[in-house]
T-cell receptor, first 109, second 113 residues
Framework: AQRVTQPEKLLSVFKGAPVELKCNYSYSGSPELFWYVQYSRQRLQLLLRHISRESIKGFTADLNKGETSFHLKKPFAQEEDSAMYYCALSYSSASKIIFGSGTRLSIRP | NAGVMQNPRHLVRRRGQEARLRCSPMKGHSHVYWYRQLPEEGLKFMVYLQKENIIDESGMPKERFSAEFPKEGPSILRIQQVVRGDSAAYFC???????????FGQGTRLTVV
C-alpha cells in the first residue's frame, strides 16, 4: 500500500542551524511528491512540489527514487519557519493525496 | 477567488446529535477531499468526491459518516449520532484534478460534549 512516513514528530533546532525534515514514501511507480506547511492559526498550504524543482522560502527538497525519500532541507533556519510540515504523495491513478503524520518544526532563538 | 471556504469554523454538538460540515471549493475546482486531524496526529484521508460522485471513501468510518458533493452547492460531511471520539479538526481541500495542487480550507473544529 502507498504510504508516507515522517519519522520525527518534533524537530527543534537553533536559529541559523541547518534543517532537514525527513520523508520516506512507498510507491513503486512515479509519484508526485509535495511538502505542505501549516503555520500557527493558518490553513495548510503548499510549500513546494518536486516537479517544480524550485526553492521556496529557502527550502528545497530532492526526490531520491533509490532511497524513496523526499527530505526537506534549509541551510539556515529562521524563527518564522516554526510550523507543522507535512509530506504528501499523489500518483496518476490515485484518487487521493496521501499525507504523512507531520513534523512540528520549532526554531529556538 | 476566496479560496476554499469551510463553515462553521467551530461546531459544538452534544453526544447523539448530528454534525454537518460544509465546504465550498475554489472556483473551477471539481475535486474535493475531506481529511480529519486528531489532536497531536497528522491528516487522515476520509473521502474524495467529484461533482455528484464519491470516488474514494476508503477512509470513512463505516457507520454514521457520509459525504456528498451535489451538482449545486457545497460539499457536506455529515456525522450522525456524534460521539466524543469524533471531536477533531476536519479539513476540506479542493483541486482541479488528481496530481494537482490541493488548496485547503481553514478547517472546522468539532467538539462533542
Amino acid at each position: 500500500a502507498q504510504r508516507v512516513t515522517q519519522p520525527e514528530k518534533l524537530l527543534s533546532v537553533f536559529k541559523g542551524a541547518p534543517v532537514e525534515l525527513k520523508c520516506n514514501y512507498s510507491y513503486s511507480g512515479s509519484p508526485e511528491l509535495f511538502w505542505y506547511v501549516q503555520y500557527s492559526r493558518q490553513r495548510l498550504q503548499l510549500l513546494l512540489r518536486h516537479i517544480s524543482r524550485e526553492s521556496i522560502k529557502g527550502f528545497t527538497a530532492d526526490l531520491n527514487k533509490g532511497e524513496t525519500s523526499f527530505h526537506l532541507k534549509k541551510p539556515f533556519a529562521q524563527e518564522e519557519d516554526s510550523a507543522m510540515y507535512y509530506c504528501a504523495l499523489s500518483y496518476s491513478s490515485a484518487s487521493k493525496i496521501i499525507f504523512g503524520s507531520g513534523t512540528r518544526l520549532s526554531i529556538r532563538p | 477567488n476566496a479560496g476554499v471556504m469551510q463553515n462553521p469554523r467551530h461546531l459544538v454538538r452534544r453526544r447523539g446529535q448530528e454534525a454537518r460540515l460544509r465546504c465550498s471549493p475554489m472556483k473551477g475546482h471539481s475535486h474535493v477531499y475531506w481529511y480529519r486531524q486528531l489532536p497531536e496526529e497528522g491528516l487522515k484521508f476520509m473521502v474524495y468526491l467529484q461533482k455528484e460522485n464519491i470516488i474514494d471513501e476508503s477512509g470513512m468510518p463505516k457507520e454514521r459518516f457520509s459525504a456528498e458533493f451535489p451538482k449545486e452547492g457545497p460539499s457536506i460531511l455529515r456525522i450522525q449520532q456524534v460521539v466524543r471520539g469524533d471531536s477533531a479538526a476536519y479539513f476540506c481541500a479542493s483541486s482541479g484534478g488528481t496530481m494537482s495542487e490541493a488548496f485547503f480550507g481553514q478547517g472546522t473544529r468539532l467538539t462533542v460534549v
